[in-house]
């Protein structure tokens, strides 16, 4: 994440994601579990799905994303960090699925 800089140079309180080039990773993805609400403004819907991994030092953060079931080279990413729970022998990371659109 870095600071938002002004045209004369000043910071503006905003802050900017920026992403490195997609890195490939071996890991437990489970099946998809969906579940849709109704609310007072419309449909909301969620496709959840968990990452479970034994590598302690996994370097993720509710800022990273996914491709899970598209192509990182053509692409736009499908899923993003929800939550991270760290166990002493595992990290399991909940993701959700992006808009379609």
């Known amino acids: 994440m870095t600071d938002v800089v002004?045209?004369?140079g000043e910071l503006t309180g905003e802050h900017e994601i920026s992403y490195s080039e997609p890195v490939k990773a071996l890991m437990n993805?489970?099946?998809?579990?969906g579940q849709a609400?109704?609310?007072l403004f419309g449909i909301g819907?969620?496709?959840?799905?968990t990452i479970v991994?034994?590598?302690?030092e996994t370097p993720f953060s509710e800022e990273?994303?996914?491709?899970v079931e598209r192509d990182p080279d053509t692409e736009p990413f499908d899923y993003r960090v929800v939550n991270i729970s760290r166990t002493v022998n595992q990290v399991v990371?909940?993701?959700d699925e992006v808009s379609k659109s």
Request: no cysteine; charged share 25%.
């Open 93 to 95: 990371i909940a993701i």
């Open 64 to 67: 990273t994303v996914f491709w």
């Open 45 to 49: 819907s969620s496709s959840m799905r």
């Open 29 to 33: 993805v489970s099946g998809g579990r």
């Open 6 to 8: 002004n045209d004369d």
């Open 53 to 56: 991994t034994e590598d302690l």
């Open 37 to 39: 609400d109704i609310n």
